[in-house]
Protein backbone atom coordinates (compact mmCIF):
# COMPACT_ATOMS: atom_id res chain seq x y z
CA UNK A 1 0.00 0.00 0.00
CA UNK A 2 1.33 3.73 -1.18
CA UNK A 3 -0.30 7.00 -0.12
CA UNK A 4 0.72 10.11 -1.62
CA UNK A 5 -0.26 13.26 -0.49
CA UNK A 6 -0.16 16.27 -3.48
CA UNK A 7 -1.80 18.93 -5.46
CA UNK A 8 -3.82 17.05 -8.12
CA UNK A 9 -2.48 18.50 -10.88
CA UNK A 10 1.01 18.02 -9.90
CA UNK A 11 1.31 13.94 -9.72
CA UNK A 12 3.74 12.73 -11.65
CA UNK A 13 4.02 9.04 -10.44
CA UNK A 14 2.70 7.34 -14.20
CA UNK A 15 1.32 4.21 -12.58
CA UNK A 16 -2.49 3.72 -11.92
CA UNK A 17 -3.89 4.03 -8.25
CA UNK A 18 -6.25 1.29 -7.26
CA UNK A 19 -8.44 4.41 -5.52
CA UNK A 20 -8.34 8.34 -5.21
CA UNK A 21 -10.30 9.16 -1.60
CA UNK A 22 -10.36 12.79 -0.55
CA UNK A 23 -12.79 14.14 2.47
CA UNK A 24 -13.77 17.46 2.76
CA UNK A 25 -11.52 18.96 -0.32
CA UNK A 26 -13.89 19.12 -3.36
CA UNK A 27 -16.09 22.28 -1.34
CA UNK A 28 -12.92 24.23 -1.42
CA UNK A 29 -12.07 23.97 -5.30
CA UNK A 30 -13.52 26.13 -8.23
CA UNK A 31 -14.34 22.97 -10.75
CA UNK A 32 -14.60 20.63 -8.47
CA UNK A 33 -15.61 18.20 -11.54
CA UNK A 34 -12.29 18.59 -13.46
CA UNK A 35 -10.78 17.61 -10.28
CA UNK A 36 -12.99 14.49 -9.99
CA UNK A 37 -12.13 14.08 -14.06
CA UNK A 38 -8.19 14.08 -13.21
CA UNK A 39 -8.62 11.83 -10.70
CA UNK A 40 -10.33 9.13 -12.47
CA UNK A 41 -8.08 9.18 -15.40
CA UNK A 42 -5.56 8.36 -12.84
CA UNK A 43 -7.22 5.04 -10.77
CA UNK A 44 -7.01 2.25 -12.61
CA UNK A 45 -10.06 0.32 -14.30
CA UNK A 46 -12.67 -1.28 -11.92
CA UNK A 47 -10.90 1.24 -9.37
CA UNK A 48 -12.88 3.29 -7.20
CA UNK A 49 -13.35 7.23 -6.22
CA UNK A 50 -14.08 7.89 -2.81
CA UNK A 51 -15.46 11.34 -1.42
CA UNK A 52 -16.68 12.86 1.36
CA UNK A 53 -18.40 16.14 1.59
CA UNK A 54 -20.53 18.45 3.64
CA UNK A 55 -24.42 19.80 3.40
CA UNK A 56 -25.43 22.44 5.77
CA UNK A 57 -28.98 21.90 4.48
CA UNK A 58 -30.35 19.15 6.90
CA UNK A 59 -28.47 20.82 9.87
CA UNK A 60 -30.49 23.89 8.91
CA UNK A 61 -33.89 21.90 8.77
CA UNK A 62 -32.78 19.97 12.19
CA UNK A 63 -32.05 23.07 14.04
CA UNK A 64 -34.81 24.99 13.25
CA UNK A 65 -36.79 24.93 16.72
CA UNK A 66 -33.61 26.21 18.53
CA UNK A 67 -33.08 30.10 17.11
CA UNK A 68 -30.13 30.80 18.46
CA UNK A 69 -28.33 27.69 17.39
CA UNK A 70 -29.84 27.95 13.51
CA UNK A 71 -28.90 31.56 13.68
CA UNK A 72 -25.36 30.75 14.46
CA UNK A 73 -25.25 27.95 11.87
CA UNK A 74 -26.75 30.36 9.07
CA UNK A 75 -24.20 32.70 9.81
CA UNK A 76 -21.43 29.96 9.59
CA UNK A 77 -22.94 28.42 6.44
CA UNK A 78 -22.69 32.16 5.00
CA UNK A 79 -18.86 32.73 6.33
CA UNK A 80 -17.93 29.06 4.23
CA UNK A 81 -20.33 30.44 1.48
CA UNK A 82 -18.53 34.09 1.29
CA UNK A 83 -14.82 32.85 1.05
CA UNK A 84 -16.03 30.66 -1.89
CA UNK A 85 -16.21 26.97 -0.78
CA UNK A 86 -19.58 25.23 -1.87
CA UNK A 87 -21.55 24.40 1.61
CA UNK A 88 -23.66 21.80 -0.31
CA UNK A 89 -21.23 20.19 -2.21
CA UNK A 90 -22.57 17.05 -0.72
CA UNK A 91 -25.38 16.90 -2.10
CA UNK A 92 -23.83 18.00 -5.33
CA UNK A 93 -21.51 14.92 -5.22
CA UNK A 94 -23.88 12.43 -6.86
CA UNK A 95 -24.30 14.80 -10.28
CA UNK A 96 -20.70 15.44 -10.06
CA UNK A 97 -19.15 12.50 -10.38
CA UNK A 98 -21.67 11.59 -13.22
CA UNK A 99 -20.17 14.94 -15.12
CA UNK A 100 -16.54 13.67 -14.50
CA UNK A 101 -17.65 10.95 -16.58
CA UNK A 102 -18.06 8.39 -13.57
CA UNK A 103 -20.90 5.56 -13.38
CA UNK A 104 -23.87 7.24 -10.78
CA UNK A 105 -21.70 6.75 -7.56
CA UNK A 106 -23.11 4.99 -4.55
CA UNK A 107 -24.47 7.95 -1.71
CA UNK A 108 -24.83 7.90 1.67
CA UNK A 109 -25.74 11.02 4.07
CA UNK A 110 -24.91 11.12 8.56
CA UNK A 111 -25.80 13.31 10.55
CA UNK A 112 -24.53 13.24 14.35
CA UNK A 113 -26.46 14.43 16.92
CA UNK A 114 -26.22 15.26 20.61
CA UNK A 115 -27.01 17.33 23.35
CA UNK A 116 -23.82 16.57 25.42
CA UNK A 117 -21.79 19.91 26.17
CA UNK A 118 -18.63 18.60 24.53
CA UNK A 119 -20.80 17.99 21.50
CA UNK A 120 -23.05 21.28 21.50
CA UNK A 121 -20.20 23.68 21.85
CA UNK A 122 -18.99 22.60 18.42
CA UNK A 123 -20.79 25.63 16.33
CA UNK A 124 -18.97 28.09 19.15
CA UNK A 125 -15.61 26.49 18.31
CA UNK A 126 -15.96 26.82 14.69
CA UNK A 127 -17.50 30.09 14.66
CA UNK A 128 -14.15 30.89 16.65
CA UNK A 129 -12.24 29.38 14.07
CA UNK A 130 -13.90 31.70 11.11
CA UNK A 131 -13.52 35.03 13.14
CA UNK A 132 -10.91 36.22 11.08
CA UNK A 133 -13.21 35.42 7.83
CA UNK A 134 -16.22 36.88 10.06
CA UNK A 135 -14.01 40.42 9.77
CA UNK A 136 -12.61 40.16 6.48
CA UNK A 137 -15.75 39.85 4.82
CA UNK A 138 -17.38 42.64 6.88
CA UNK A 139 -19.63 41.04 8.73
CA UNK A 140 -20.84 41.89 12.20
CA UNK A 141 -19.83 40.11 15.16
CA UNK A 142 -23.06 42.02 16.48
CA UNK A 143 -24.93 39.60 14.61
CA UNK A 144 -23.47 37.30 16.83
CA UNK A 145 -25.02 38.78 19.81
CA UNK A 146 -22.52 38.85 22.66
CA UNK A 147 -19.45 36.81 21.62
CA UNK A 148 -18.07 36.14 25.27
CA UNK A 149 -21.22 34.66 26.37
CA UNK A 150 -22.69 32.77 22.92
CA UNK A 151 -21.70 29.27 24.24
CA UNK A 152 -23.37 29.52 27.56
CA UNK A 153 -26.04 30.37 25.73
CA UNK A 154 -25.84 27.70 23.46
CA UNK A 155 -25.68 25.21 25.77
CA UNK A 156 -28.50 26.91 27.51
CA UNK A 157 -30.58 26.78 24.83
CA UNK A 158 -29.96 23.22 23.98
CA UNK A 159 -30.17 21.91 27.50
CA UNK A 160 -33.79 23.79 27.84
CA UNK A 161 -35.08 22.55 24.61
CA UNK A 162 -34.48 18.93 25.75
CA UNK A 163 -33.40 17.96 22.25
CA UNK A 164 -30.17 17.05 20.07
CA UNK A 165 -28.62 19.13 18.02
CA UNK A 166 -27.13 18.05 14.54
CA UNK A 167 -23.90 18.12 13.67
CA UNK A 168 -22.68 19.28 9.74
CA UNK A 169 -23.94 16.67 7.56
CA UNK A 170 -21.21 14.69 5.53
CA UNK A 171 -22.25 12.81 2.32
CA UNK A 172 -20.08 9.95 1.55
CA UNK A 173 -19.88 8.92 -2.38
CA UNK A 174 -18.00 6.62 -4.05
CA UNK A 175 -18.08 4.65 -7.38
CA UNK A 176 -16.16 1.89 -9.04
CA UNK A 177 -14.22 3.42 -12.37
CA UNK A 178 -15.97 1.21 -15.26
CA UNK A 179 -13.34 -1.78 -16.31
CA UNK A 180 -11.57 -1.39 -20.05
CA UNK A 181 -13.94 -4.28 -21.44
CA UNK A 182 -17.04 -2.27 -19.88
CA UNK A 183 -15.96 1.02 -22.23
CA UNK A 184 -15.43 -1.14 -25.68
CA UNK A 185 -19.27 -2.19 -25.53
Known amino acids: MRFMECDVSQIQDGKPFDAAVGRLILQFVANPVAILRCLSQMVRPGGVVVFQEVSYAPLLALSVHLPLWSARVALAREVVQRTG ?10 RAFQDAGLPAPTTRMEVLLGNASNFTLWI ?4 CSLRPQIERHNISFEALGDFETLAARLEAEVAQSESVVPYIALVGAWSRKAAETEHHT
Open 85 to 94: ANPEIGVALH
Open 124 to 127: YDFL
